[in-house]
């Protein structure tokens, strides 16, 4: 996505550690979801722009259903808790639309999954790992220029999708504004406040600021892993790279979307039921090997989706 830094030294590298915790945690309280991943040790260029993090991952000794004794999980692509997805550039098994209840709306940047399937049943690793490296990319409250381009909103509600254990908010919205974003993040970040735009704000959350209306969404960088599902890289996030770091990107709408997926197969679906009523147009075109789809919503999902979106499929002609 991330196609040129833009750091004044040439030479400059960006680097992340990513490791997984040597031992595993006891999940025999809560559930098989009681993983974690956090991202710190960020370095920055003298100017500001991120140049690396260190990621580290939990995984779990037991599932809750299997308490009282020892559980090997020997099912192909699941371990630890989570779900290793052999074919992640494949979205087939992420396909499925879920219409109720409004938290896990689906839309161009997340997918969901049937229960009982692997993936139904683990959090998605890759998900997880995508979310960390945004962190490290410059998404978090520690990146004094990302903080500089977020305000924070005075006299609303905090977050009520991170209440912590005792029923308190835990952080409070940010309104993101760049050249191209208007886009609603919160300072809660594992039941803590940040102190800064640590992650996107949860569907449901609206803020106004600057008499701007802001909205969360479901979304890679929520601060709550709560569906077992594939969420991609949305746009906001990409342009807001760009926006405050000045690094090139690519728009991930036109790399993948959930409303139009290439299967490992070939075959192309566009698919905009989940939208409901929404007017929508879509404009296919081939050439060279490729088709060309441009899908112009109506009426997407607010705070995420973006109003229009091209990418580009090999041709199996
Ligand atoms: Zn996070």
Redesign the pocket.
């Known amino acids: 996505m991330v196609t040129n830094f833009h750091y004044l030294d040439p030479a400059q590298e960006f680097n992340v550690s990513i490791f997984m915790s040597p031992t595993g945690t006891d999940s025999q309280i809560i559930d098989n979801r009681n993983l974690s991943a956090k991202t710190d040790s960020y370095t920055f260029t003298p100017d500001g722009k991120p140049t690396g993090a260190t990621i580290n991952i939990t995984w779990l000794t037991w599932r809750s259903t299997d308490y009282g004794r020892p559980f090997i999980n020997t099912t192909p692509n699941v371990g630890g808790g989570w779900y290793l997805d052999p074919n992640p550039h494949d979205l087939t098994d992420f396909e499925d639309t879920f219409t109720s209840p409004p938290n896990k709306q689906t839309n161009a940047f997340v997918g969901l999954t049937t229960n009982g399937t692997d993936h139904g049943n683990y959090l998605d690793l890759y998900s997880t790992v995508v979310?960390?490296l945004c962190?490290a990319l410059g998404l978090n409250a520690t990146s004094p220029l990302f903080k500089a381009a977020a305000h924070l909103v005075d006299g609303n509600p905090a977050d009520m999708q991170n209440l912590d254990p005792m029923g308190n908010s835990t952080g409070n919205y940010w309104a993101v504004e760049t050249a191209n974003v208007h886009a609603l993040f919160t300072s809660s970040?594992t039941f803590a406040d940040a102190g800064g735009p640590?992650?996107f704000a949860e569907p449901g959350a609206v803020a106004t600021y600057n008499g701007r209306t802001y909205l969360g969404a479901n979304a890679l960088?929520n601060?709550r892993d709560v569906l077992n599902g594939r969420k991609l890289i949305d746009d906001t996030l990409a342009l807001i790279l760009h926006d405050v770091y000045g690094f090139d990107v690519n728009l991930p709408s036109s790399i993948a979307n959930f409303y139009d997926t290439l299967d490992a197969d070939g075959t192309l679906r566009i698919d905009l039921t989940s939208l409901g009523g929404s007017d929508d147009l879509v404009t296919l075109s081939a050439s060279n090997g490729f088709v060309r789809v441009q899908i112009n919503l109506g009426d997407g999902i607010p705070g995420i989706d973006p109003a229009q979106s091209t990418n580009h499929s090999p041709s199996a002609m």
């Open positions: 979310h960390e962190h970040d640590a992650h960088m601060s």
